[in-house]
C-alpha cells in the first residue's frame, strides 16, 4: 500500500516536473522528495519519471499511474474536507425537513436564529410529506427533520421534544362523535381507524394507529395514508378518523372534518430527528437553537 506522502509527492511531481518546485510546494526539501520518488519506484519495480539535467517527464508507467490515482485521491482529499468541515465547522450547508405548515413555521424561526449565530452556514428549508420525511432522513437527503415522535429505528436518533399539543380525533361532520365535546381512548374501538405512512417507524405508528384500546378491544384499521391532506380527504368522504395534534384546527380547518379532544390522552410531541452517523456540529448547534427557540 502506498503511504499519503507518498501519493503526494508523486502527484505534485508529475503536475510540476521540476523537483525544486515540487519540494517548495509541499514544504519539504527536495533531498526529501527525490528520496520519497525514489522509494516509491523501487517499491513499484519500475522508473516513475525519465530525468535529466535539463528536464523530468513520466514514464510511461508513471502517466498510466498518474491518471489512475489522481481522481480517486481528489475524492478521497474531497471526502476528507467535508468530514472535517462537518464534524468541527458552521459552516457550508444544513438542510432542514419539516412536515406539516405549522412545522414550516416553527422551523423557519429556528434558522433565522441559526443565521444569526452562524452566518457562515446556509439553512435550506425543505417540506417533506409523511411519506417521505423519515426515507429522507435514512438517506441522509436531508440533515435533520422536524417530525412527529416517538421513533425507536437503529440508525436515527431523537432530540428532546419541541412541541406538546393535545391529542384530538378528526372525524367526519356527520359522525355521531362530532357532537360531542370529547372522546376517549376507549372510543377508538368504534371508529375505523386511519394509518400513517409504511414508511414511518413502527414505533410512531403505533403512537397514532394503535391495535387495541387500554381495555384491550380492538381497533379497526383504515389504509394508510401518504400526506395530511389525503388523510382528511378521507375522513370528509365518511371512510375513517384520525388522531391528530391541536394545531389541527388552525391549519387544516375544513367544512367535512370536525376534531374532538380526548379527554384521557397524553400529548403528542414533536422533536428533530437525524441519522446517528451524521451527528455534525451543524446538526448539534440547529438542534440547540430549536430547543432555545421554544424556551427549553
Known amino acids: 500500500m502506498l503511504e499519503r506522502h507518498e501519493v503526494d509527492a508523486f502527484l505534485a511531481l508529475a503536475e510540476e516536473l521540476h523537483f525544486g518546485r515540487t ?23 519500475v522508473p516513475l519519471f525519465h530525468r535529466t539535467s535539463r528536464r523530468v517527464a513520466l514514464t510511461a508507467v508513471g502517466r498510466q499511474l498518474e ?3 489522481r481522481p480517486a485521491w481528489n475524492q478521497i482529499t474531497a471526502a476528507v474536507e467535508r468530514a472535517v ?29 441559526f443565521r444569526g449565530r452562524e452566518p457562515g452556514c446556509q439553512v435550506l428549508l425543505h417540506e417533506a410529506q409523511l ?9 441522509q437527503v436531508v440533515d435533520l427533520a ?30 355521531p362523535f362530532a357532537r360531542r365535546e370529547s372522546v376517549s381512548l376507549q372510543d377508538l374501538a368504534r371508529v375505523r381507524l386511519l394509518r400513517l405512512p409504511e414508511s414511518v417507524p413502527d414505533s410512531l405508528q403505533d403512537h397514532y394507529a394503535p391495535s387495541l384500546t387500554p381495555a384491550g378491544h380492538p381497533i379497526e384499521h ?4 401518504k400526506t395530511f391532506n389525503e ?39 414533536w422533536s428533530m430527528h437525524w441519522p446517528a452517523d451524521a451527528a ?15 424556551g427549553g
Open 23 to 45: 519540494a517548495e510546494r509541499l514544504h519539504l526539501s527536495t533531498t526529501r522528495v527525490s528520496q520519497t520518488i525514489a522509494k516509491l519506484e523501487r517499491r513499484i519495480g
Open 67 to 69: 491518471e489512475e490515482i
Open 131 to 139: 411519506s417521505e420525511v423519515f426515507p429522507w432522513i435514512r438517506d
Open 280 to 294: 455534525t456540529a451543524r446538526v448539534r448547534a440547529f438542534g440547540e437553537a430549536a430547543v432555545e427557540l421554544v
Open 222 to 225: 383504515g389504509p394508510a395514508t
Open 146 to 175: 422536524l417530525a412527529p415522535r416517538p421513533v425507536h429505528e437503529p440508525g436515527l436518533v431523537s432530540g428532546p421534544a419541541l412541541l406538546r399539543e393535545a391529542r384530538m380525533l378528526a372525524v367526519p361532520v356527520g359522525h
Open 231 to 269: 388523510a382528511l380527504t378521507l375522513i370528509g368522504a365518511g371512510q375513517g378518523a384520525f388522531i391528530v395534534g391541536a394545531h389541527f384546527q388552525r391549519y387544516y380547518a375544513r367544512p367535512d372534518v370536525t376534531y374532538i379532544p380526548f379527554d384521557d390522552a397524553s400529548p403528542l410531541e
Open 85 to 113: 468541515d462537518n464534524g468541527r465547522g458552521l459552516t457550508g450547508t444544513l438542510r432542514v425537513a419539516f412536515v406539516g405548515a405549522a412545522g414550516g413555521q416553527l422551523m423557519a424561526g429556528v434558522a433565522e436564529l
